[in-house]
Nanobody, 114 residues
Framework: EVQLVESGGGLVQPGGSLRLSCAAS????????MKWVRQAPGKGLEWVAT????????SYADSVKDRFTISRDDGKNTLYLQMNSLKPEDTAMYYC???????WGQGTQVTIAS
């Protein structure tokens, strides 16, 4: 059974950092492109970042470029999102998913507030 389980969300002050994790089971993470997507309160889904399979090429939304880093640990079969210099507008539910959208995690809440 394929599962994606996110963790690491929380309440952080503006300018702070968080690292989100997405533990995968039932498939080998590195064989698939993976992405992080977020949904702010009252808004639609927003793509955040993608890491490709094999070459691990990374791409980012302009809104998070130079602040967020997507990575994976093949030994732990886990995807990460390192988030630095966080802003109130980064407040959202964050989801990891296969790049083709076939599997999604349950999400982890990130709240940026003073």
């Amino acid at each position: 059974e394929v599962q994606l389980v996110e963790s690491g969300g929380g309440l952080v002050q503006p300018g702070g950092s968080l690292r989100l994790s997405c533990a995968a089971s039932g498939f080998t993470l590195s064989r698939y492109g993976m992405k992080w997507v977020r949904q702010a309160p009252g808004k639609g889904l927003e793509w955040v970042a993608t890491i490709s399979s094999l070459s691990a090429r990374r791409s980012y939304a302009d809104s998070v470029k130079d602040r967020f880093t997507i990575s994976r640990d093949d030994g732990k079969n886990t995807l990460y999102l390192q988030m630095n210099s966080l802003k109130p507008e980064d407040t959202a539910m964050y989801y990891c998913a296969r790049h083709d959208g076939s599997y999604w995690g349950q999400g982890t809440q990130v709240t940026i507030a003073s």
